[in-house]
């Protein structure tokens, strides 16, 4: 019977008290981590799609996965409570590529380590990853951070891909060509474009059209 009042005292009890200062260093060097793999992911990630709409979620998401093990790991009670909630939470937000995964995984790992008060330790293997980051950077391409999906449908001409991409590159920092289907008939292309300036977008339609003025061009934002 003592055995089981004192295994119940230790669900209802929490095992420690959590120091004020060191959470709130703890948060501020979250936010330090979570800027600093920002702009890590903005500059040298390979991801196509706007990268700058996910970095801006992983100060958010380091702080939350601090809180959280912060909060759990004073009581048993609260970390088994955690683990009941998990199991109802789905992730349902699309993940297009896998870089966008990993870099995810690591916003989660940085926050465990901090909210486990295990500050060196995750401080040094941010350290190594960031700098794996940087040197990888020197040599792989980077994918270009691109504002625009443009769509182009047509009847199928001579050379007209070649020249297409012609003038695209007159007007664009960066170009990927994304998708090409093209028949007897008819063909249709996507890139992946940025553009300086609207000026730049819209002189690069007028000539586009042109060339052939049944040319379908269809432009969305790739932030959106």
């Known amino acids: 019977m003592a055995s089981f009042d004192s ?16 959470f709130i260093l703890n948060l501020f060097l979250a936010i330090g981590l979570g800027l600093l793999l920002r702009d890590l992911y903005i500059r040298y990630g390979f991801s ?26 004073s ?5 088994l409570g955690l683990v ?3 199991s109802i939470v789905r992730f349902r937000t699309a993940i297009k590529e896998p870089e966008e995964l990993a870099y995810l995984f690591l916003c989660i790992s940085i926050g465990l380590g901090l909210g486990a008060d295990q500050v060196v330790i995750t401080l040094v293997g941010f350290a190594i990853i960031a700098l794996f980051i940087w040197i990888r950077g020197f040599f792989v391409q980077v994918a270009p951070d691109a504002h625009v999906f443009l769509q182009i449908q ?5 050379q007209i891909i070649e020249k297409i991409i012609e003038i695209l590159k007159n007007h664009c920092k960066n170009i ?14 996507l890139f992946i474009a940025d553009f ?8 690069s339609k007028e000539q586009l059209q042109s060339l052939d003025p049944e040319m379908r061009c269809t432009i969305l934002d790739n932030r959106s």
């Open 7 to 22: 295994l119940l005292a230790s669900f209802q009890q929490p095992t420690g008290t959590v120091p004020v200062v060191g």
């Open 154 to 158: 047509g009847k199928k001409k001579e």
């Open 196 to 203: 300086s300036t609207f000026e730049d977008l819209t002189v």
């Open 48 to 73: 196509l799609t706007n990268r700058r709409t996910l970095a801006s979620n992983f100060v958010m998401l380091i702080l939350t996965t601090m809180f959280i093990i912060t909060v759990v790991k």
């Open 84 to 86: 009941g909630a998990l």
């Open 75 to 79: 009581s048993l009670a609260l970390s």
């Open 176 to 189: 990927h060509l994304k998708r090409l289907e093209e028949n007897n008939e008819i063909y249709e292309v």
